[in-house]
């Protein structure tokens, strides 16, 4: 059995020198090594190095990557050039096939080399494709870590758009991102407070202190100033540019408030890049800090920002509940009283013959509060015991049984007698005190509040619906009427006259002053 086809790139001699498993693993494994790595890197059957290995003679498009064909006679004429270049000038394969024993030893020694060197070609490849792979992969990395830190505006000039703006931030990135010295001397002010040395919590304070104070400034909050409740647009007047407002609805993953935290870092970065602009806090070399420390820092500035917002918001919406469930309260009692008064009319014009049912109204009713105007002024059970002094009750164990209810007085009543029953506090006093003289003494006990009135509680709060001309106070219309803050709402006042039988329309005048005024 003769020997196998001999590989293009093996001399004549050598080749006859190697044995049969030289033969077959010579040809076998190179082969299929060139066809691994083409494998590998490239696309089977194109342009790879075992297409190249088996075909020498085609000409290839390096550009395209695609085989051209060429004229058969020519192909042929390239093997056998590439043949008698490979195998030496002047051989020729009868004579190279002559050997003797005594050459065998040397014959071998030199097909082992070959070997060597063909694994050598092979490996040295393989290598220079691996290295030129991870070139490419190292300038992708760069290409996306570039993507990813897009530049940010700058909350007082804008973006980036002057020269040598984003090389100073490059900078200050490579500066900052450098990984602290294997030195047990070193403290990194990142890690917990517990385990930093005192300086070393002075240094990591100091930054704390530059981040909060760079956070509130790229958000125009000065420091004694509350952070808004509501996210509204806020410009600042001097440069126009639209101040940064942090999501306290959300957490500090959110994308907006990430955002801010990259700022806040980028500014105090590049705040303190020179030791000559940081306090002597952070003088120390061995306190290690880095971006990624600043952005920690944001963090916490953030979350102590937040319960500050979050304390005042709850506090808001508590006052508008508690101030919305008072409203409806006071309008239930509005309904309830102005039900009993009218229950009176028969009785009132049996008395005084005067119907008053044409001035008794709803919203006309005076507020009556079961608590004191202002709880962060006055407690609730301080409230109690001054309205239990006003009606003579002082003992602890009597204010446990009673509930009252302090009448408040609107500004604009006009307190002006024409009669003894033409003011309409009288008149609604009146009729209170005939309802009241209607129940049983059993009713009586099933009465929740006691009324105080007299407590000089007053209201500004106005009315929508417009007063009779008797109801309105003169000296209060002339500092509000025509010029105050209200005037707009008062358009239609005095512009109603008198009802029949009270003010300017009430048969006779005079009468005496009462100085109840309850309702």
């Not at 790595?37 to 003679?57: A, C, K, V």
């Not at 984003?166 to 070193?186: G, K, T």
């Not at 008395?351 to 005076?366: A, F, I, R, T």
Request: aromatic share 8%.
């Amino acid at each position: 059995m003769g020997p196998p086809h001999r590989p293009d790139f093996v001399n004549a001699e050598a080749w006859q020198a190697m044995d049969a498993t030289t033969w077959l693993k010579l040809a076998n494994i190179a082969t299929t090594s060139s066809r691994a790595l083409e494998t590998q890197y490239h696309d089977p059957g194109r342009n790879g190095p075992h297409e190249r290995m088996l075909y020498p003679s085609r000409q290839y498009n390096q550009r395209e990557n695609d085989r051209i064909p060429i004229d058969p006679s020519l192909q042929m004429q390239g093997q056998a050039v590439g043949q008698y270049r490979m195998r030496g000038s002047g051989a020729s394969d009868s004579s190279a096939r002559t050997s003797s024993s005594s050459a065998f030893t040397d014959q071998s020694a030199r097909a082992a080399r070959f070997e060597t060197l063909i694994f050598g070609v092979m490996d040295t490849a393989q290598n220079k494709i691996l290295s030129q792979n991870s070139d490419i992969y190292s300038r992708l990395t760069l290409i996306e870590q570039g993507k990813e830190n897009d530049v940010i505006a700058h909350p007082r000039r804008g973006g980036y758009a002057h020269r040598g703006g984003l090389a100073s931030r490059r900078r200050v990135a490579e500066h900052l991102l450098m990984l602290p010295p294997d030195d047990d001397d070193i403290e990194d002010l990142k890690g917990p407070p517990s385990a930093l040395s005192d300086g070393a919590k002075a240094a990591k304070r100091s930054l704390q202190q530059k981040v909060c104070s760079k956070f509130r400034w790229i958000c125009g909050i000065a420091k004694s100033e509350p952070w808004p409740v509501t996210r509204e647009e806020r410009v600042n007047d001097e440069t126009g540019e639209v101040y940064y407002t942090p999501n306290f609805a959300g957490d500090a993953t959110h994308a907006e408030n990430q955002k801010i935290f990259a700022v806040v870092a980028d500014l105090v970065s590049e705040e303190l890049v020179d030791m000559n602009d940081r306090p002597d806090a952070l003088q120390n070399p061995n306190y290690y800090w880095d971006k990624a420390t600043l952005i920690e820092l944001a963090k916490t500035t953030f979350q102590g920002f937040k319960r500050d917002w979050v304390t005042r918001v709850d506090a808001e919406k508590a006052k508008k509940k508690a101030a919305h469930q008072r409203a409806n309260r006071w309008t239930q009692r509005h309904k309830e009283k102005a039900k009993r008064l009218l229950s009176m009319v028969p009785d009132y014009i049996d008395k005084h013959s005067v119907n008053p049912k044409v001035v008794l109204c709803e919203e006309h009713m005076s507020d009556e509060a079961s608590g004191p105007e202002d709880e962060e002024v006055e407690l609730k059970d301080e409230w109690k015991t001054r309205m239990g002094q006003e009606i003579g009750i002082t003992t602890p164990a009597a204010l446990a049984k009673i509930k009252f209810l302090e009448i408040i007085e609107p500004r604009w009543r006009s307190q002006e007698v024409y009669s003894t029953f033409t003011m309409l506090s009288s008149i609604f006093h009146e009729l209170y005190d005939l309802w009241w003289n209607s129940l049983t003494a059993k009713e009586r006990e099933g009465m929740a509040f006691v009324r105080v009135k007299n407590t000089n509680r007053l209201t500004e709060i106005l009315l929508m619906m417009a007063l009779f001309n008797f109801r309105i106070d003169a000296n209060w219309w002339a500092e509000n009427g025509e010029k105050g803050e209200y005037r707009h709402i008062l358009l239609d006042w005095y512009t109603h006259g008198d009802p029949e039988g009270f003010g300017e329309e009430e048969e006779g005048e005079g009468g005496n002053e009462d100085d109840n005024h309850d309702t």
